[in-house]
């Protein structure tokens, strides 16, 4: 029988979308459900009257459909629903040890386990439909690929570990187990250690091995700033600019001009200052304030990219591509070319520069009773660091004093508005964790002289709360006009990660209030207590893994982390999509009417979203290979350590002062003696001889081996 495609449930929908419609996915599946058995495609053709003109179009909706494991297609152009045949689509995630799971598209399914025959025909991240065969020892399901999907991998960064007759490259994915084999003549004459770009010409199977051809030679492993360029490649970041992007960024004028000033209040004669750190070079914020008889008022100016960077332009389309901007010590990848974000939108010293300003103001008890944004002019009056302002205003430093006397007064005000806010966060309850960041120094050759932690002083805290109060703000003011928004959610915590983290602090003797529905303040009270104890560090890490991950999107959920009922991201336009996103909503109310974009908000918000973690992600990598070169370097010598956690068959060792170096020492390398876990596995206790460690536990230790390909360190004690 044929059917009417005037039926179709999602006919308007396609009419919107196309001139031409076809038939949607839901009509296709619903003709395959009704017809009972596998259908041909061109049985299919014929019930879905589809045309010789509309043969193609189709086609690709078919094989749309196949990608995302609606239907499977096998050899003889039968189509199958997947469900109907018990098969499961999704995406592999490899192990180092050779197998890997189904993560599947259904996220009320659980994950599928493949054994190391099944991924030998597989990299990591393709996309694959997966039989579920039963279960393993470990009550686990198992699987077996039926049919690969999308082969994700086209081009691999490895490191040539073999190179007689035919090289053999070793993925820097540790997720990848495979290696992959270069003819002699496809191999570009790398040499034994050198990081290598790699085209897959033949992808894995049961039947081979994978193989590829050397398009790039990057450097050699042992080379200073090899890191970035693995980091860059292994995470597809889009690292250089087209022409075109480039030209349109420095076709302005490179100084502005009397004629910009247009529909702009001038504060140009506003004290406003930037405070940034050392090695900062786009400076996208500005502040002031000042204390009046009753109230406070602070000033956030920020960088009017929006201004330069339209809609419709190259410029967009590349900042859209590329989400954020990416930072590396001694490189950065900008979201826009530096004719931009080091120039005409960054607020430099001492220059004119355009700007949105969120203008506030503050009662004595620190609450906001009014605000307003609006376009204009400044003209910075100092570039300061917070390693400046700290000295300034705590360490007494009167070289300092003397040489930012205009500024001093300010930087009072900005401190003491600051103690004020600090308060209203405390009794808010937001969380703050106190996190260390790590800093690597390097020597004049690019060579990793030392690490060490970096602690944020009080300078950086009264940035980041005049950031919080104008992005505050510029959430509230969405709110409050018509439209859609954009906003930085963070959703209350999971009720199974909530039962985990229960269950885990009642073995530390913790316990956190709040019932079901625990709020930030409940959190608060258990970093409170957990301040002072030598396992801090571990607690605080698994009260963090508890949370959710903060995300922008079109509709606010309020930010939890922050104790706020609404939150976005207005101040950093030159490195963040979103928040140029916000500046355009926010100009457009001040016009009085609605933003419309030509692109996709949403789509946007989800490549910007993916975007933050791929950059973090690239980030962790670049310092987990950085760090581990440190500790390959420093091999045989006596290191300062201190136990920051118990595994089964290991402890993790923190290094160099900080958490963010570590290592893995093996409980068989303890002293000998037969071990057992202290309660709540917080240390381990001697049987014979009662030696005892515990978390806390400072120690001596050396490096005695380092893996780079499972971004592993291996320790034993020094003595």
Known sequence: KKQNRRLDPQLARESELYENPIPS??????????????????????????????????????????????????????????????????RVMGHPDGYGFLIPDDEAMDDVFLSPREMSQVFNKDRVMVQVTGQDRRGRLEGKIVEVLERVNK???????????????????????????????????????DVVEVEITTQPSFRSKPMGKVINILGNYSDSGIEIEIALRKHNLPYEFTKEVIEEAESFDQEVKEKDFKGRIDIRDLPLVTIDGETARDFDDAVYAEQKKDSWRLVVAIADVSTYVKESSMLNESAIERGNSVYF??????????????????????????CMVCDMTFDLNGDITK??????????????????????????????????????????????????????????????FDSTETSIVFNDKGKIDFIKPIYRNE?????????????????NYLLDNPGDGIYRNHETPSEEKLTNLRDFLLDFGLTLGGGSEPTVKDYGEILKKIANRPDAHLLQTVLLRSMQQAAYSSKNLGHFGLAYSAYTHFT???????????????????????????????????????????????????????????????????????????????????????????????????????????DSNIGIKGHKKSNIFKVGQKCKVVVVEVDFKLQKSYLKFSN
């Open 25 to 90: 996915r839901e009509l296709i599946l619903q003709v395959m459900e009704e017809h009972g058995v596998p259908l041909k495609k061109l049985d299919l053709i014929k019930i879905l009257e589809i045309q010789d003109d509309e043969i193609i179009f189709f086609e690709k909706r078919i094989r749309a459909m196949e990608r995302q494991g609606q239907i499977l297609i096998n050899r003889k152009d039968v189509l199958c629903i997947s469900k109907k045949i018990n098969l499961s689509s999704g």
């Open 155 to 193: 081009v691999l960064v490895g490191r040539v570990i073999q190179g007689q007759g035919v090289t053999v490259v070793s993925a820097e994915d540790k997720r990848i187990s495979q290696d992959i084999l270069i003819p002699y003549d496809l191999d570009l004459n790398a040499k034994t250690g």
């Open 329 to 354: 010590p001694r490189r950065v990848i900008p979201m826009l070319p530096e004719a931009l974000s080091n120039g005409l939108c960054s607020l430099n010293p001492h220059v004119d520069r355009l």
């Open 371 to 432: 605000y307003k944004f609006y376009p204009s002019v400044m003209n910075s009056k100092a570039r300061l660091t917070y390693t400046i302002v700290d000295k300034i205003l705590n360490k007494n430093d009167q070289t300092l004093k003397k040489e930012y006397e205009k500024s001093y007064k300010d930087l009072v005000n900005l401190q003491n508005l600051f103690k004020l806010l600090s308060k209203k966060r405390e009794k808010r309850g937001a969380i703050d």
């Open 459 to 475: 300078a950086h805290r009264i940035i980041e709360e005049c950031m919080l109060s104008a992005n505050v703000c510029a959430a």
């Open 572 to 678: 950093s336009p030159i490195r963040r999509y979103p928040d140029l996103l916000v500046h355009r909503f926010v100009k457009a109310s001040l016009k009085k009417s609605e933003y419309k974009s030509s692109n996709n908000i949403n789509k946007a918000l989800e490549i910007a979203n993916y975007a933050e973690n791929n950059a973090n992600n690239a980030n962790k990598e670049y310092y987990s290979i950085k760090t581990l070169r440190w500790l390959f370097y420093n091999s045989g010598k006596k290191l300062d350590g201190v136990i920051l956690e118990f595994k089964k068959e290991h402890a993790i060792i923190g290094l160099a002062g900080s958490q963010a170096v570590k290592g893995m020492l093996k409980i068989n390398n303890f002293p000998a003696d037969q071990y057992k876990f202290l």
